[in-house]
Protein backbone atom coordinates (compact mmCIF):
# COMPACT_ATOMS: atom_id res chain seq x y z
CA UNK A 1 0.00 0.00 0.00
CA UNK A 2 1.74 3.41 -0.97
CA UNK A 3 1.40 6.12 1.55
CA UNK A 4 2.10 9.44 0.68
CA UNK A 5 4.35 11.83 2.75
CA UNK A 6 2.34 13.77 5.24
CA UNK A 7 1.55 9.69 6.33
CA UNK A 8 5.17 8.81 6.60
CA UNK A 9 5.86 11.77 9.09
CA UNK A 10 2.91 10.96 10.68
CA UNK A 11 3.92 7.56 11.06
CA UNK A 12 7.03 8.43 12.41
CA UNK A 13 5.83 10.26 15.55
CA UNK A 14 2.99 7.79 16.34
CA UNK A 15 6.00 5.63 16.63
CA UNK A 16 7.79 8.20 18.93
CA UNK A 17 5.05 8.70 21.12
CA UNK A 18 4.09 5.18 21.18
CA UNK A 19 7.60 4.76 22.96
CA UNK A 20 6.64 7.42 25.54
CA UNK A 21 3.36 6.56 26.14
CA UNK A 22 3.63 5.47 30.34
CA UNK A 23 3.00 2.21 31.65
CA UNK A 24 -0.17 1.30 33.33
CA UNK A 25 0.08 2.57 37.07
CA UNK A 26 0.63 -0.43 39.23
CA UNK A 27 -1.77 -1.01 41.27
CA UNK A 28 -3.95 -1.18 37.79
CA UNK A 29 -1.26 -3.59 36.91
CA UNK A 30 -1.77 -6.05 40.39
CA UNK A 31 -5.57 -5.56 40.33
CA UNK A 32 -5.64 -6.95 36.67
CA UNK A 33 -3.13 -9.81 37.36
CA UNK A 34 -5.27 -10.93 40.44
CA UNK A 35 -8.41 -10.65 38.69
CA UNK A 36 -7.05 -13.19 35.92
CA UNK A 37 -6.22 -15.83 38.48
CA UNK A 38 -8.33 -18.86 38.62
CA UNK A 39 -9.42 -17.57 41.71
CA UNK A 40 -8.70 -14.56 42.94
CA UNK A 41 -8.49 -13.59 46.21
CA UNK A 42 -10.69 -10.65 47.40
CA UNK A 43 -8.46 -9.35 49.86
CA UNK A 44 -5.21 -9.12 47.63
CA UNK A 45 -7.77 -6.89 45.57
CA UNK A 46 -8.79 -4.68 48.74
CA UNK A 47 -5.19 -4.56 49.73
CA UNK A 48 -3.95 -3.04 46.24
CA UNK A 49 -6.78 -0.29 45.49
CA UNK A 50 -6.78 0.86 49.17
CA UNK A 51 -3.34 1.52 48.84
CA UNK A 52 -4.16 3.88 45.64
CA UNK A 53 -6.23 6.42 47.02
CA UNK A 54 -7.52 7.69 43.25
CA UNK A 55 -8.55 4.19 42.38
CA UNK A 56 -9.72 3.80 46.11
CA UNK A 57 -12.21 7.14 45.84
CA UNK A 58 -13.80 6.08 42.27
CA UNK A 59 -14.61 2.94 43.62
CA UNK A 60 -16.18 3.99 46.64
CA UNK A 61 -18.21 7.01 44.69
CA UNK A 62 -19.47 4.44 42.24
CA UNK A 63 -20.74 2.06 44.60
CA UNK A 64 -22.18 4.59 46.41
CA UNK A 65 -23.62 6.18 43.57
CA UNK A 66 -28.07 6.37 42.83
CA UNK A 67 -26.17 4.30 40.35
CA UNK A 68 -26.54 1.33 42.85
CA UNK A 69 -29.16 2.59 45.12
CA UNK A 70 -28.12 1.32 48.18
CA UNK A 71 -29.65 2.03 51.58
CA UNK A 72 -26.46 2.78 53.52
CA UNK A 73 -23.05 4.15 52.72
CA UNK A 74 -19.99 2.31 52.07
CA UNK A 75 -16.92 2.86 53.47
CA UNK A 76 -14.40 0.38 52.88
CA UNK A 77 -13.02 -0.69 49.45
CA UNK A 78 -13.61 -4.99 50.31
CA UNK A 79 -17.01 -3.69 50.90
CA UNK A 80 -17.66 -2.08 47.98
CA UNK A 81 -15.29 -5.11 46.05
CA UNK A 82 -17.90 -7.83 46.93
CA UNK A 83 -21.00 -5.28 46.32
CA UNK A 84 -19.65 -4.65 42.82
CA UNK A 85 -18.06 -7.84 41.68
CA UNK A 86 -14.99 -8.39 39.95
CA UNK A 87 -15.64 -7.80 36.36
CA UNK A 88 -17.33 -4.32 36.97
CA UNK A 89 -13.84 -3.61 39.55
CA UNK A 90 -12.17 -4.44 36.52
CA UNK A 91 -13.95 -2.50 34.32
CA UNK A 92 -13.69 0.22 36.89
CA UNK A 93 -9.47 -0.39 37.34
CA UNK A 94 -9.40 -0.22 33.50
CA UNK A 95 -11.10 3.10 32.86
CA UNK A 96 -9.59 5.06 35.52
CA UNK A 97 -6.10 3.33 34.43
CA UNK A 98 -6.01 4.12 30.50
CA UNK A 99 -7.94 7.62 31.79
CA UNK A 100 -4.83 8.55 34.01
CA UNK A 101 -2.78 6.99 31.26
CA UNK A 102 -4.00 9.97 28.53
CA UNK A 103 -4.39 12.19 30.92
CA UNK A 104 -2.29 15.58 29.98
CA UNK A 105 -1.66 13.97 26.48
CA UNK A 106 -3.63 15.84 24.31
CA UNK A 107 -6.91 18.76 24.41
CA UNK A 108 -9.18 16.52 24.30
CA UNK A 109 -12.50 18.05 25.23
CA UNK A 110 -15.20 16.59 27.47
CA UNK A 111 -17.43 15.83 24.74
CA UNK A 112 -15.37 13.77 22.73
CA UNK A 113 -14.05 11.99 25.73
CA UNK A 114 -17.81 11.54 26.79
CA UNK A 115 -18.65 9.68 23.58
CA UNK A 116 -15.36 7.65 23.36
CA UNK A 117 -15.84 6.39 27.02
CA UNK A 118 -19.54 5.54 26.16
CA UNK A 119 -18.63 3.86 23.26
CA UNK A 120 -16.18 1.96 25.39
CA UNK A 121 -18.66 0.78 28.22
CA UNK A 122 -21.60 -0.30 25.44
CA UNK A 123 -19.25 -2.30 23.68
CA UNK A 124 -17.76 -4.15 27.04
CA UNK A 125 -21.64 -4.41 27.96
CA UNK A 126 -22.27 -5.95 24.33
CA UNK A 127 -19.64 -8.21 24.78
CA UNK A 128 -20.93 -9.75 27.64
CA UNK A 129 -24.39 -9.84 25.71
CA UNK A 130 -23.06 -11.47 22.95
CA UNK A 131 -20.87 -13.78 25.23
CA UNK A 132 -23.67 -15.66 27.30
CA UNK A 133 -25.58 -15.69 24.07
CA UNK A 134 -22.52 -17.79 23.23
CA UNK A 135 -22.82 -19.67 25.99
CA UNK A 136 -19.13 -18.23 27.18
CA UNK A 137 -17.91 -19.61 30.51
CA UNK A 138 -17.49 -16.90 33.46
CA UNK A 139 -13.47 -16.38 32.66
CA UNK A 140 -14.35 -15.65 28.85
CA UNK A 141 -16.79 -13.28 29.86
CA UNK A 142 -14.92 -11.31 32.21
CA UNK A 143 -11.84 -11.34 29.16
CA UNK A 144 -14.82 -10.03 26.94
CA UNK A 145 -15.61 -7.39 29.25
CA UNK A 146 -12.22 -6.24 29.23
CA UNK A 147 -11.48 -6.22 25.39
CA UNK A 148 -14.90 -4.28 25.18
CA UNK A 149 -13.01 -1.64 27.70
CA UNK A 150 -10.03 -1.18 26.23
CA UNK A 151 -10.65 -1.94 22.03
CA UNK A 152 -10.63 1.37 20.73
CA UNK A 153 -7.63 2.27 22.94
CA UNK A 154 -6.14 3.13 19.92
CA UNK A 155 -8.52 5.68 18.53
CA UNK A 156 -7.83 7.88 22.21
CA UNK A 157 -4.35 7.80 21.61
CA UNK A 158 -4.45 9.20 17.85
CA UNK A 159 -6.75 11.73 18.90
CA UNK A 160 -5.19 12.95 21.86
CA UNK A 161 -1.79 13.21 20.12
CA UNK A 162 -2.39 13.90 16.90
CA UNK A 163 -6.11 15.37 16.65
CA UNK A 164 -5.95 17.67 13.83
CA UNK A 165 -4.69 14.77 11.64
CA UNK A 166 -7.95 12.46 13.05
CA UNK A 167 -10.27 15.47 12.10
CA UNK A 168 -8.69 15.37 9.01
CA UNK A 169 -9.59 11.53 7.89
CA UNK A 170 -12.81 11.97 9.89
CA UNK A 171 -13.80 14.90 7.50
CA UNK A 172 -12.18 12.72 4.28
CA UNK A 173 -14.26 9.63 5.32
CA UNK A 174 -17.48 11.82 4.84
CA UNK A 175 -16.14 13.35 1.95
CA UNK A 176 -15.56 10.23 0.09
CA UNK A 177 -18.46 7.90 1.51
CA UNK A 178 -15.89 5.56 3.25
CA UNK A 179 -15.66 4.01 6.80
CA UNK A 180 -13.17 6.14 9.12
CA UNK A 181 -10.95 3.01 9.30
CA UNK A 182 -10.69 2.69 5.39
CA UNK A 183 -9.56 6.46 5.51
CA UNK A 184 -7.29 5.37 8.40
CA UNK A 185 -5.87 2.36 6.32
CA UNK A 186 -5.56 4.16 3.22
CA UNK A 187 -3.40 7.14 4.97
CA UNK A 188 -1.04 5.19 7.40
CA UNK A 189 -1.55 1.49 5.94
CA UNK A 190 -3.00 0.65 9.34
CA UNK A 191 -6.12 1.68 11.75
CA UNK A 192 -6.58 2.25 14.86
CA UNK A 193 -7.04 -1.50 15.83
CA UNK A 194 -3.28 -2.00 15.61
CA UNK A 195 -2.27 0.82 17.03
CA UNK A 196 -4.38 -0.44 20.05
CA UNK A 197 -2.56 -3.77 19.87
CA UNK A 198 0.50 -1.72 20.23
CA UNK A 199 -0.63 0.11 23.62
CA UNK A 200 -2.08 -2.87 25.26
CA UNK A 201 0.95 -4.86 24.35
CA UNK A 202 3.13 -2.46 25.42
CA UNK A 203 0.95 -2.36 29.17
CA UNK A 204 1.98 -5.99 29.10
CA UNK A 205 -1.88 -7.27 28.67
CA UNK A 206 -2.22 -11.17 27.98
CA UNK A 207 -1.46 -11.52 24.04
CA UNK A 208 -4.97 -12.83 23.67
CA UNK A 209 -6.00 -9.27 24.23
CA UNK A 210 -3.44 -7.93 22.37
CA UNK A 211 -4.54 -10.01 19.38
CA UNK A 212 -8.59 -9.51 19.49
CA UNK A 213 -7.85 -5.68 19.81
CA UNK A 214 -5.63 -5.89 16.74
CA UNK A 215 -8.26 -7.85 14.29
CA UNK A 216 -11.39 -6.26 15.57
CA UNK A 217 -12.17 -4.06 12.52
CA UNK A 218 -11.36 -6.94 9.68
CA UNK A 219 -10.80 -8.45 7.46
CA UNK A 220 -12.65 -11.37 8.69
CA UNK A 221 -13.32 -14.96 7.55
CA UNK A 222 -15.43 -18.13 8.25
CA UNK A 223 -12.46 -19.15 10.31
CA UNK A 224 -12.20 -15.99 12.19
CA UNK A 225 -11.84 -16.38 16.21
CA UNK A 226 -15.08 -16.11 17.69
CA UNK A 227 -13.62 -13.42 20.53
CA UNK A 228 -12.67 -10.69 17.20
CA UNK A 229 -16.40 -11.94 15.98
CA UNK A 230 -17.87 -10.99 19.35
CA UNK A 231 -16.01 -7.73 19.80
CA UNK A 232 -16.23 -6.81 16.14
CA UNK A 233 -20.12 -7.06 16.50
CA UNK A 234 -20.56 -4.99 19.42
CA UNK A 235 -18.30 -2.33 18.58
CA UNK A 236 -20.54 -2.11 14.97
CA UNK A 237 -23.48 -2.12 17.28
CA UNK A 238 -22.23 0.84 19.18
CA UNK A 239 -20.24 2.66 16.44
CA UNK A 240 -23.56 5.25 16.18
CA UNK A 241 -22.24 6.56 19.90
CA UNK A 242 -18.89 7.89 18.44
CA UNK A 243 -21.05 10.87 15.93
CA UNK A 244 -23.21 13.23 17.54
CA UNK A 245 -25.66 13.59 14.80
CA UNK A 246 -26.62 11.92 11.37
CA UNK A 247 -24.64 14.25 9.57
CA UNK A 248 -21.25 13.70 11.11
CA UNK A 249 -21.31 10.36 11.20
CA UNK A 250 -19.18 8.05 8.20
CA UNK A 251 -20.28 4.77 6.38
CA UNK A 252 -19.78 2.28 9.29
CA UNK A 253 -19.34 -0.84 8.04
CA UNK A 254 -20.91 -4.35 8.22
CA UNK A 255 -19.48 -7.64 7.43
CA UNK A 256 -22.33 -10.46 7.34
CA UNK A 257 -19.17 -12.60 7.84
CA UNK A 258 -19.73 -12.44 12.13
CA UNK A 259 -22.99 -13.21 12.00
CA UNK A 260 -22.22 -16.51 10.11
CA UNK A 261 -19.24 -17.17 12.52
CA UNK A 262 -21.14 -16.48 15.35
CA UNK A 263 -24.30 -18.44 14.32
CA UNK A 264 -26.60 -15.61 14.40
CA UNK A 265 -29.41 -14.35 12.76
CA UNK A 266 -31.58 -11.08 11.70
CA UNK A 267 -33.73 -11.95 14.29
CA UNK A 268 -31.33 -12.72 17.15
CA UNK A 269 -29.60 -9.80 16.38
CA UNK A 270 -32.62 -7.55 16.58
CA UNK A 271 -32.67 -9.21 20.10
CA UNK A 272 -28.82 -8.31 21.09
CA UNK A 273 -29.80 -4.44 19.50
CA UNK A 274 -32.19 -3.74 22.00
CA UNK A 275 -30.34 -5.09 25.26
CA UNK A 276 -27.70 -3.23 23.54
CA UNK A 277 -29.45 -0.04 23.35
CA UNK A 278 -30.48 -0.74 27.06
CA UNK A 279 -27.05 -0.65 28.53
CA UNK A 280 -26.39 3.03 26.48
CA UNK A 281 -27.80 4.80 29.56
CA UNK A 282 -25.99 2.61 31.87
CA UNK A 283 -22.76 3.49 29.79
CA UNK A 284 -23.96 7.40 30.46
CA UNK A 285 -24.08 7.38 33.89
CA UNK A 286 -20.61 4.97 34.24
CA UNK A 287 -18.81 7.34 32.58
CA UNK A 288 -19.36 10.38 34.59
CA UNK A 289 -18.08 8.16 37.99
CA UNK A 290 -14.83 7.01 36.59
CA UNK A 291 -13.95 10.40 34.81
Not at 47 to 70: C, F, M, P, T, W
Not at 227 to 251: E, F, H, Q, R
Request: charge should be negative; aromatic fraction near 8%; glycine fraction near 8%.
Amino acid sequence: MVIDAEALVIRKRLEQSLKELPPLPVAISKVLDETNKLEPDIHVIDEIISGDQALASKVLRIVNSAYYGLSRQVTSVGQAVMILGLQQVRTITLSVGSIAAFAGRGAIDAEHSRRFWEHSFATSAACNILGKRLGFDRKALETMSTIGILHDIGRMFFFCNFRPTYEKLHTKALKEGKSFEAVELGFLGDTHAGIGAMITEKWGLPDELVQTIKQHEGPFSDSTDKMVAVLALADWLNKPLYYADGSTTPVIDFDPLLMQVLGLNDSMLEQIRVEVRNKVEEASQLYGMVA
